[in-house]
Nanobody
């Protein structure tokens, strides 16, 4: 059974940092592109970042560029999203997803349950 689990969310003040983790079980992340998505209350889910299976291709949403960094440690079967200089508008549930294939353009086949990130003073 494939399972993706996000962790690392929480409450942080504006300007602070968090690192989210996406860990897989029943599934080897090595061969899959992994994406990070978020959904704020009353808004549609949006893509934040994606990293290809070998890490050579990375894309960011405009809202994430310069503040967020996606990386992966295939030995740990984990993908990370380092979020710096957080803003109130970053408040959302963050999800990771896997395509099952090497590129970010594939269909998102597997999803985690999400982790809450709240930026507030």
């Amino acid at each position: 059974q494939v399972q993706l689990v996000e962790s690392g969310g929480g409450l942080v003040q504006p300007g602070g940092s968090l690192r989210l983790s996406c860990t897989a079980s029943g599934f080897t992340l090595d061969y899959s592109a992994i994406g990070w998505f978020r959904q704020a209350p009353g808004k549609e889910r949006e893509g934040v970042a994606c990293i290809s299976s070998n890490g050579a291709s990375i894309v960011y949403a405009d809202s994430a560029k310069g503040r967020f960094t996606v990386s992966r440690d295939n030995a740990k079967n984990t993908v990370y999203l380092q979020m710096n200089r957080l803003k109130s508008e970053d408040t959302a549930i963050y999800y990771c997803a896997a395509t099952g294939g090497p590129w970010c353009t594939g269909e998102w086949r597997y999803w985690g349950q999400g982790t809450q990130v709240t930026t507030s003073s």
